[in-house]
């Protein structure tokens, strides 16, 4: 079925928020999977767009992890910003789902002849422009927040008739880092290197947002969450991902008290991740692998939690008391079975 003939859940949404006005639509993201999962919501917002060129814009506005942010060799780089911006710039290696497409290895293989580390950290030769940019900017004293702005004005995100924002979730340095065994020892390493280094063997025992002490939620992050029509939460890793960004102060707060709907897709896809390590994160919060658990992780929004709707792959089950669950398809296979994804999530939205 297309999507055009399907009944169209942005303008119920515009008209549900009592105004004719273009939608707001605010996303929660982390890296390849939420950066997909936004291809779809692009699409679906694209489809509806306002046919005369001067008509407003709908708004995509994506609240990024940085948890994963790290320096190497002196480069600040962010790796999910990163992917969400190749990817809706369509500068993203397909294949290998993060990173620029025809990408070289050269200035890593000149490191790694000089016995640089780490050395287990890829940067590809496109991909250190990226990273030279924002860490000169940032030097300059820019924030992350206006840094990402800059380097999105390339990218051109958006599509006729939708504007798409990325908002980093925080603009201070926020790093997840793991508390787990190494060799019989215990240390805490930077995320990046529990999961790149050591491929997220080590056990893990506690994740630890370092820096969040001092953060505060980005530019706009709030307000976009206050004032949106929709709030997904993308197929992103709940922990890692999705996890920083809820602990940043008002985050949760804004969530709770949004007059959107609250709808969250699972990553999780019949006991299993689809790609990633998030069934080596989940255990360590005594969640269980499935996208029952996930959910009960989230909780209602009636009771503490957050979520209006959990929409689960068609094979699974998931019984949340307070939020309303439905099955579809949840598989990113192509363009169209992720539109279709965020269609059933906006829909959702409508009530
Ligand atoms: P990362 O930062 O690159 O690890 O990316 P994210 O945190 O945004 O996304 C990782 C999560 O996406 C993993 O837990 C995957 O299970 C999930 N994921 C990837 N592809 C799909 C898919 O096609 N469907 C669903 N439902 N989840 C997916
Ligand atoms: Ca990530």
Redesign the pocket.
């Known amino acids: 079925m297309s999507l055009a003939s399907r009944q169209d859940p942005i303008c119920y949404l515009r008209a549900a928020a009592g105004k004719d006005e273009p939608v707001r639509v605010v996303v929660l993201?982390?890296?390849?999977?939420?950066?997909?999962f936004l291809l779809g919501v692009r699409a679906v917002l694209k489809d509806q767009a306002p046919q005369e060129n001067a008509a407003p814009e709908h708004r995509i506005q994506v609240i990024v992890?940085t948890g994963?942010d790290l320096t190497v060799h002196g480069l600040r780089v962010c790796p999910?910003l990163d992917?969400v911006m190749y990817t809706l710039g369509d500068g993203i290696d397909t294949e290998r789902?993060?990173g620029r497409r025809a990408e070289t290895w050269q200035a890593k293989d000149e490191l790694t002849a000089y016995g640089a580390e780490p050395s287990w950290f890829g940067l590809g030769d496109r991909d250190i422009a990226t990273h030279l940019i924002r860490t000169r900017m940032l030097d300059a004293g820019f924030p992350l927040s206006e840094v990402t702005a800059a380097l999105c004005e390339r990218w051109q995100l958006g599509v006729r008739g939708t504007r798409v924002q990325l908002l980093p979730m925080s603009d201070q340095r926020v790093e997840t880092h793991v508390v787990c065994q190494i060799d019989g020892a215990r240390r805490v390493v930077h995320f990046q290197e529990w999961w790149i280094a050591h491929h997220a063997q080590p056990p893990v025992e506690e994740f630890v947002f370092v820096g969040l002490d001092r953060a505060s939620a980005g530019p706009g992050v709030l307000e976009a969450i206050a004032e949106a029509d929709a709030v997904l939460l993308?197929?992103?890793?709940p922990v890692v991902?999705i996890g920083p960004i809820l602990a940043v102060p008002g985050v949760r707060q804004a969530l709770r008290g949004t007059s959107a709907k609250v709808v969250g897709?699972?990553?999780?896809?019949d006991g299993a991740?689809?790609?990633?390590m998030?069934d080596k994160c989940l255990p360590a919060l005594d969640v269980a692998v499935t996208a029952e658990g996930v959910a009960r992780h989230y909780g209602p929004r009636k009771a503490d939690g957050l979520l209006d709707g959990w929409l689960v792959?068609e094979t699974d089950a998931a019984d949340v008391p307070g939020v309303e669950v439905r099955r579809i398809p949840?598989?990113?296979?192509s363009p169209e079975a992720t539109a279709a994804m965020a269609l059933a999530a906006l829909d959702f939205c409508r009530g």
């Open positions: 993201a982390g890296g390849v999977g939420g950066a997909r992890n994963d999910d992917t789902g993060w993308a197929p992103s890793n991902s897709l699972s990553p999780i896809v991740v689809v790609r990633g998030a792959h949840l598989l990113m296979r």
